[in-house]
């Protein structure tokens, strides 16, 4: 669907890289031929996945140790990037922190862990890679990973859905404040269920569950990794140039499907669906 080119001569960060949708959209990015560099708190896990999407690309990966709630880990890692790779012009807020909880049994730290790896963690990167661009004169691409819920809410996940409406608040913001002042664009991706280790640990409960996410979904499936992996590959590109402050939803139309007040009747098979609608029209005459 793209040029192998698309991404070459960009530097695109990727925080919490070594694992899941991380790990997809930065093998995709080395496969378009731009210098990737994958970041989060295991850095063993890391060098696996670059040494693994090394030798699936070809392409230069970096792996570093990065914590994003702490600010001064952040610009450290920052310099080293630019030391080492060149400036940056692309970020991808992807690391997350999740559980399931009753919101009346949240203590204070159960709080502050999601709000601190999300909201926090996502503004510490921001600024300080905004910082560098402005500072190296780079129109670049800011990308954060977002769920539909940021736009709705959701029970039994507050902390997330306060961190994520959050962050798009932010990328709407900065859409308008850097994309005046420097052309730095920000977008955010809102992605459904992708089946990934660490979502499936957090969120799904069991196999029965799993079945009724899908049933909820009008395309009757989870999303796969390189669909996603390439929506943000677009807004990393050149070609998505005239994108800023958007936020795209890529989730098989499920958050329609959770309002409209006669969605409900899809769950029926058509047919009966259809004998049901002709003796209404014929009541009705
Ligand atoms: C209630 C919990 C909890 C749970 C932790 N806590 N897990 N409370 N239910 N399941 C509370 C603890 O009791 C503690 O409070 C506080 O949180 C801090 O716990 P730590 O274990 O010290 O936290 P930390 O090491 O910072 O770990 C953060 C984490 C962990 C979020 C809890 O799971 C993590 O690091 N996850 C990263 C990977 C991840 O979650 N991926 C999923 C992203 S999926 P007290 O008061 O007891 O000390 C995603 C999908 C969204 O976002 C959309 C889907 C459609
Ligand atoms: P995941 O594999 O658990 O990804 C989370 C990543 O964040 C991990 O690599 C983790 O690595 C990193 N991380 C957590 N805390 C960090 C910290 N303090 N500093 C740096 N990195 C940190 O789960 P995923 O499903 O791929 O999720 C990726 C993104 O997609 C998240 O933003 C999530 O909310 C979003 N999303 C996922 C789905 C889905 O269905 N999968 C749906 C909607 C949105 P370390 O533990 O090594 O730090």
């Known amino acids: 669907m793209f040029e192998q080119k698309l991404l070459e001569n960009q530097v ?10 991380g790990r997809s959209m930065a093998a995709r990015f080395a496969s378009l031929s731009a210098k990737v560099v994958i970041l989060a708190r295991n850095l063993e896990r890391l060098e696996q996945t670059a040494a693994e999407i090394r030798k699936e690309t070809g392409g230069e990966v970096l792996s570093l140790e990065l914590d994003v709630r ?21 970020l991808v807020n992807n690391a997350a922190g999740n559980f399931l909880a009753a919101t009346e049994d949240l203590s204070p730290r159960g709080f502050d ?7 926090r963690g996502s503004f510490f990167m921001t600024q300080a890679v905004g910082r560098q661009m402005i500072d190296q004169r780079i129109r670049g691409s800011i990308v954060s990973i977002l769920t539909p819920y940021a736009m709705t809410g959701s ?15 932010m990328t709407r913001s900065l859409a308008v404040e850097w994309g005046t002042a420097y052309g730095i664009r920000l977008n955010a991706v809102a992605p459904g269920p992708f089946p990934t280790d660490g979502a499936w640990n957090a969120l799904v409960p069991d196999g029965a569950v799993e079945e009724e996410v899908k049933k909820r979904i009008p395309l009757r499936r989870f999303g796969e990794h390189k669909e996603l992996a390439d929506l943000v590959a677009y807004l990393m590109s050149p ?5 800023n402050g958007d936020c795209i939803t890529i989730d098989g139309g499920g958050w329609q499907k959770s309002g409209g ?25």
């Open 12 to 21: 695109i960060l990727v925080t919490g890289g070594g694992t899941g949708l």
């Open 70 to 90: 702490r600010p001064e880990m952040v610009d450290a890692a920052l310099a080293r990037v630019l030391r080492e790779m060149g400036p940056v012009t692309g």
């Open 113 to 119: 862990a999601i709000i601190d790896i999300v909201l």
């Open 155 to 169: 029970a039994f996940v507050v902390p997330s859905a306060m961190a994520k409406a959050g962050v798009l608040a």
């Open 239 to 243: 070609s998505a140039g005239y994108i």
């Open 261 to 285: 007040d006669f969605n409900h009747l899809t769950d029926l098979d058509r047919g009966s669906l259809k004998k049901i609608f002709a003796s209404m029209k014929a009541r009705a005459k």
